[in-house]
């Protein structure tokens, strides 16, 4: 696995707390843009070439996660959840508690041993509000010295390769889609014909609400966003086809519809654009039309007085858990397919 991919997979950065992972866009970034900032909200905001046209490329870099809430005085450790975890998800989890000097405090996520519940309690979901945190220290003073309320808690990292293409890694909804946009902008730097300004965004909290999407794109004001991100695929067990046909390693997916229509439907000018580059350049795609789920392209499109937007999204299996699983040829077919689409919308023929 390339060395920036598995940094981007294992650095912590939950919603709100970006301070680290923003460091890491901002000097990949820094190499294929002309300028970069890190903006009031926390978005790191990298700037290419000069022309009349401006576009933007958007990956979220938060992660979901929790907070540190509530300590006991026998030194568990109480959470919120940040983003949409299952809390299926959570029990018996090593997880990673930043603390404000950026060391990281190990702990595993507990709860009562099924052997001391009645049968009654044994059927019950446990909710994350009845799990705690141990640390291996026994009481509220001692964890205080290294844990304050309000520290992020992260999955603990991971990133590896289970075999040839398949790829697994913590954070992998969004880092794969900011290692895909990274590759994009070295892509666009070599090329000397790019008459437009081109942002590349690392957006801050997408996955609270879609927040750094909104502030980004007000302030850039493009004439076209085109969103990376990943969706859920249908192709493990337990899935239906007919709920989700999207498989691993069949190419990026091309995002249609979010949420019923609650998050972006994708002008119909911007399909036909996304089509036709991948027709054209013959990259392998898969249409993705999904009930649930959206990303930063729901707010992007509804900014100012409404923002072309169009999105790919990487197909990833097992998101908002501890580790999630990709296909490298996905991402590679997203880079491609971003990189043509953006040629293809900068030069004269694009009617936007
Ligand atoms: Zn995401």
Known sequence: MEKILSDLLMCDGISGYEKNIAKIMTKALMKACDSIEIDNFGNVIGKLGKGKKKLMLVAHMDEVGMVVKHISEKGFIYFIKIGGISDLVLLGKIVKIINKNGECITGIIGTKPPHLMDTEESKKLI?????????GLYSKDDVLKVVDIGDQII???NA???NDNIYYGKAADNRVGCYAMIKVMENLVKSKDINAEIYACATAQEEVGLKGGKTSSFSIDPDFALIIDTTVTGDTPEIDEKISALKLGKGVAITIVEASGRGTIVPEKVRKLMFDVAHENMIPYQIDIIDGGMTDGATINMSRKGILTGILSIPTRYIHAPTSVF???DVNSAVDLATKIIYKAVGENCEF
Request: glycine residues 6%; neutral net charge.
């Open 155 to 157: 999955f603990e990292p």
């Open 327 to 329: 296909s490298i040829k």
């Open 127 to 135: 909710r994350y509000s009845n799990m705690f945190i141990d640390i």
């Open 160 to 162: 590896g390769i289970l």
